[in-house]
């Protein structure tokens, strides 16, 4: 025969089950509530993601300026939409903008270890660095 000391009752493994139950239920409340914020974050932060990138390349509406003034591109509207010709998508274009590049800075300067250090995906590095390379044997 066992000892009932030695060994825990049907009583108490219940208790202690149900306790257990309780908090994994609690936990899991907990997580679900925890995934909704990120989620509702992630959706806000990419919302504003987008309206800085179409803001940053919309031209300028002002009514101050000349005729010629409204034909002139900003820097960024220029490459934004030179990166959209070549359908690599808003991340990337949202990492040029974030670096500050400017359509000149790509096409004059940057090197293929530029997009590199951006930790861009290699298939729109390579769209990029091929159409950079184009450029350039274009123009010499």
């Not at 005729?67 to 002139?72: A, C, F, G, L, Q």
Request: charged share 25%.
């Amino acid at each position: 025969m066992l000892n009932s000391e030695a060994s825990p009752n049907v009583s108490d493994l219940r208790l202690k089950i149900d306790s257990l139950t309780q908090e994994n239920l609690r936990l899991m409340k907990e997580l679900v509530e925890v995934q909704t914020a990120l989620g509702q974050q992630l959706h806000a932060n990419l919302a504003h993601h987008k309206r800085v990138l179409a803001e940053q390349s919309s031209p300028p509406s002002s009514s101050a300026g000349t005729t010629d003034d409204m034909h002139v591109k900003s820097p960024n509207s220029q490459l934004v939409e030179w990166l959209q010709s070549l359908d690599v998508g808003s991340e990337v274009i949202s990492k040029f903008v974030h670096e500050e590049f400017t359509y000149r800075d790509v096409m004059d300067c940057a090197t293929y270890d530029d997009l590199c250090r951006l930790q861009i995906k290699g298939g729109p590095r390579c769209r990029i660095w091929g159409a950079i390379q184009s450029s350039r044997s274009n123009n010499t």
